[in-house]
């Protein structure tokens, strides 16, 4: 198991989409594994490869309060979306920065588990949300991406100066 280094926005390599996943092998195991890692110690409840600078299809997510309803989505689709919601939402690559976006309410995803198997999940709330931002990140989207030009420099500054501060 390994700790893998975060891209920040707005590193443009969190624009490039992803490419779907062919084979669920070791490599596909233990990137999920490291990411997982990762997500528990940042500690986040969402994970998208391309965030660790990976190009594949593949997410994992955790919202349960005890840390234990690990989540692992390859190669993800939204098959139905449903409704509207507004959520407050923060991203592990835009750090300190969180603002509301309006997403589905409800959404229905298949996905592949690590087994190869095909699964769907209905699901609302924040895990509803949780799905859509980590896919928008396959798709070269943050959250920021939603949000006015205006608030998208205020953010590019502040991460800037942040930059600067810890170099
Ligand atoms: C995506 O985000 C998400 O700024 C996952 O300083 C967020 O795990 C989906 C985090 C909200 C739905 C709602 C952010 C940690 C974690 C930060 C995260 C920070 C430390 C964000
Ligand atoms: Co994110």
Redesign the pocket.
């Known amino acids: 198991m390994a700790l893998l280094p975060i891209l920040r926005y707005p590193d443009p390599r969190l624009t490039k989409i992803a490419a779907p996943v062919e084979n669920i092998d070791d490599d596909i195991r233990r990137l999920a594994a490291d990411m997982a890692e990762t997500m528990y110690e ?5 994970l998208a490869a391309t965030q660790v600078n990976v190009h594949k299809r593949l997410i994992v997510i955790d919202i349960s309060e005890t840390r234990d309803e690990l989540l692992t989505l390859i190669n993800p689709t939204i098959v139905v979306a449903d409704g509207h919601q507004v ?1 407050e ?4 690559s ?5 603002d509301k976006v309006e997403r589905a309410a409800t959404v229905t995803v298949r996905y592949l588990d690590l087994d190869g198997q095909e699964c769907s999940l209905d699901t609302d709330g ?1 895990l509803a ?2 799905v859509q ?2 896919i928008d990140h396959l798709n070269g989207k943050v959250f920021v991406d939603h949000l006015s030009r205006l608030k998208q420099e205020r953010i590019r500054s502040k991460l800037a100066k942040q930059a600067r501060i810890t170099a």
Do not use: F, K, Q
């Open positions: 940042a500690p986040g409840i969402g959520y939402e923060g991203c592990l835009v750090p300190g920065i969180y924040l949300v949780c931002h980590e």
